[in-house]
């Protein structure tokens, strides 16, 4: 079978690998352009393009997929089918009708729910106990394909969304080659959504991380989990951005007001939330990197009482 592979972050990179395990023939591996990155704008491969690379497989880099010349391209290399896994830009019809057996997408939810471009996230902000992955033949609309094939995990009490996302990566590339395989012997029947039960979720933005301390403690532990290390969850403190890297809900009643400090402990600092209280473990400044509360302290000395979550001005 050949298959043409559509991918970019290194969500995608486990079903490019699985492909080539299964030994899947990939005449060509589609990814978006280099981006500038870092504080030198510095042009970076995307992770799929280097693992195509090394793994000997021809890049195909289109600034779009609209054009003529770019479908063209596609098109000369005889594929039996279309891969998709976090491609990252919207496929023109022309493109998912190019193959006799279509166009396969990797979707990280149980489809209909969670459609968009962050199921990953918002399934443990959410509080979901269960996710997983779908395989589906991919339309004109967002994530409203016929599903094809689906496998399922708990979620950890303590899951983040890093942690998530690197087990939903490894489950999408064997469910990617088990239906690639099933729909070329004709053994998959394509199941309609039920959109009755669809769930669309918006694109995250860096204002979601912010976080609201009249919220309850385990709601904002769970925003914190599924926000880092994007948006990533955050905060203000003496009219700084300080950015939450990890926490843990407490169970106690707080005698402060929500968003001020209710105690300061050697490894922790305690905020009084809507309901509970917050334990901060992990911190990050301003411009400064990760740092663990007890480091943290030791720069920033706090007091029981002190407000967090007030914003500059300009930060409004």
Same mark, same amino acid.
């Given at each position: ?203 995250? +933005?860096?204002?979601? !991380? *912010?976080?609201?301390?009249? /919220?309850? @403690? $385990?709601?904002? %532990? &769970? =925003? ?10 955050? +905060?203000?403190?003496? !009219? *700084?951005?300080?950015?939450? /890297?990890? @926490? $843990?809900?407490? %169970? &106690? =009643? ?63």
């Amino acid at each position: 079978m050949r298959v043409i592979f559509m991918g970019t972050p290194a969500f995608a990179v486990p079903s490019l690998e699985a492909l080539v395990a299964a030994g899947i023939e990939l005449p060509l591996v589609v990814t978006r352009p280099d981006k500038p990155r870092g504080r030198g704008q510095r042009l970076q491969p995307p992770p799929v393009k280097e693992r195509a690379e090394a793994l000997g497989l021809p890049v195909f880099q289109p600034p779009t997929l609209k054009e003529a010349e770019a479908q063209a391209r596609l098109r000369a290399v005889g594929a039996d089918a279309i891969a998709v896994v976090a491609f990252g830009a919207i496929l023109p019809k022309a493109v998912l009708e190019m193959t006799p057996l279509g166009a396969v997408n990797v979707h990280a939810s149980l489809l209909p729910r969670y459609r968009g471009s962050s199921p990953i996230n918002w399934v443990i902000v959410n509080g979901e106990r269960e996710t997983g992955v779908t395989t589906m033949f991919m339309g004109e609309g967002i994530d409203t394909g016929d599903i094809l094939l689906q496998e399922r995990i708990p979620i950890a009490p303590r899951e983040t969304a890093a942690t998530l996302h690197d087990k939903l990566a490894a489950l999408g590339g064997p469910l990617l080659v088990r239906t690639l395989e099933g729909l070329a012997r004709g053994e998959i029947t394509p199941i309609p959504q039920d959109e009755s039960q669809a769930l669309y979720i918006p694109k995250l +933005t860096r204002e979601d !991380g *912010r976080l609201d301390w009249s /919220r309850p @403690a $385990e709601e904002l %532990d &769970r =925003r914190i989990r599924g926000f880092t290390p994007w948006p990533g969850a955050f +905060t203000f403190l003496r !009219g *700084r951005r300080l950015n939450v /890297r990890a @926490a $843990e809900p407490r %169970d &106690r =009643r707080p005698q402060q007001p929500p968003g001020r400090v209710e105690a300061v402990e050697r490894e922790a600092v305690v905020v009084a939330c809507g309901e509970g209280c917050l334990a901060l473990t992990e911190l990050q400044p301003e411009g400064k990197r990760p740092m663990a509360a007890a480091a943290f302290l030791q720069g920033h000395p706090l007091t029981p009482g002190e407000p967090l979550g007030e914003a500059p001005p300009e930060a409004d």
